[in-house]
């Protein structure tokens, strides 16, 4: 399963939203989790079940959607949110991941 | 707090056999999926492949001809074994617990850089 996430790189303003989307080239239901990844830090699960968030996410992450299309929301980004995101669906094997999307301060 | 760590060599020479232990702590190994994911300096996330309790295994099918991972339950130690490494296996490898009700890797190592060079 192909994971699509779009868009590559998002320019931001500190206390504005985010959109990140994500696309699976076929169903995977709602096994969809977004990780956030920053420079010599392992990943960090957000969201699982497509819009269920993973202990210590803040509220300010939402998830959505199911099937093949799916969203990342942040509602007001902070200083510690600048940082690449990627989708994975665990539907099927072999797991698959997104090519990520990273969010920059603009 | 379940923890995860990764040990093995940094460096690799091309065409031998790369070779990483994960050492679990704080939590059972039953249950669970134990998981191998590689990040390409720059590129993104690769999942290798993952191991149950049980021993059944599923593999990346790009890496699958190289690739062994196995479970040593008495020392709750999962293993990674890639054969015929080149250049384009450089990468931080790490370690994760994925399945149960959270169904994603939700723990995981800090990740150890593996150099392939002579």
């Known amino acids: 399963i192909v994971m699509t996430q779009s868009p590559a790189t998002l320019s931001v303003s500190p206390g504005e939203g985010a959109t990140l989307s994500c696309r699976a080239s076929q169903s995977v239901s709602n096994n969809l989790a977004w990780f956030q990844g920053k420079p010599g830090q392992a990943p960090r699960l957000l969201i699982y079940g497509a819009s269920t968030r993973a202990t210590g996410t803040p509220a300010r992450f939402s998830g959505s959607g199911s099937g093949t299309e799916f969203t990342l929301t942040i509602s007001s980004l902070q200083s510690e949110d600048f940082a690449l995101y990627y989708c994975q669906q665990y539907n099927d094997w072999p797991r698959t991941f997104g090519q990520g999307t990273k969010v920059e301060i603009k | 707090q379940v923890q995860l760590q990764e040990s093995g060599p940094g460096l690799v020479k091309p065409s031998e056999t790369l070779s990483l232990t994960c050492t679990v702590s704080g939590g059972s190994i039953t249950t669970y999926y134990w998981t191998w994911i590689r990040q390409p300096p720059g590129k993104a996330l690769e999942w290798i492949g993952h191991i149950h309790y049980s021993g059944n295994t599923s593999y990346n099918p790009s890496l699958k001809s190289r690739v062994t991972i196995s479970i040593d339950r008495s020392k709750t130690q999962f293993s990674l074994r890639l054969n015929s490494v080149t250049a384009a296996d450089t990468a931080v490898y790490y370690c994760?617990?994925?399945?149960?009700?959270?169904?994603?890797?939700?723990?995981w190592g800090q990740g150890t850089l593996v150099t392939v060079s002579s």
């Open positions: 994760a617990r994925g399945g149960g009700k959270v169904g994603a890797e939700l723990y």
